[in-house]
């Protein structure tokens, strides 16, 4: 099979997941959340395939970051701070 189809194949199937995972996580569901954001990442790191907003992903706990609900956003100095309510870490991005 073509690299690249495999890598198309790939891309569906994180994007499906991604959002299973976000499903889970507004059903509260955190054991199938984790086990699809591992499974993402896992993937990723596989098929070296990039992850689509991968900044509302906490890779600490292994959870969607959904705004308002498990973290919050500020905007600090020209950057964005995403904090993970679950376990407090913070990633910044640069805006
Ligand atoms: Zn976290």
Request: hydrophobic residues 40%; positive net charge; contains cysteine.
């Amino acid at each position: 099979m073509p690299r690249k189809y495999i890598k198309k194949r790939a891309e569906i199937w994180i994007k499906d997941l991604l959002a299973l995972a976000r499903r889970m996580e507004i059903e509260d569901n955190y054991d199938l959340e984790r086990r699809y954001v591992s499974l993402v990442l896992e993937i990723s790191k596989h098929y070296k395939v990039k992850i689509p907003e991968k900044r509302f992903i906490c890779k600490n706990c292994k959870i969607i970051l959904i705004p308002g609900k498990n973290s919050t956003v500020r905007i600090k100095k020209g950057r964005v701070n995403i904090k993970c309510l679950r376990c407090g870490n913070i990633r910044r991005f640069v805006i």
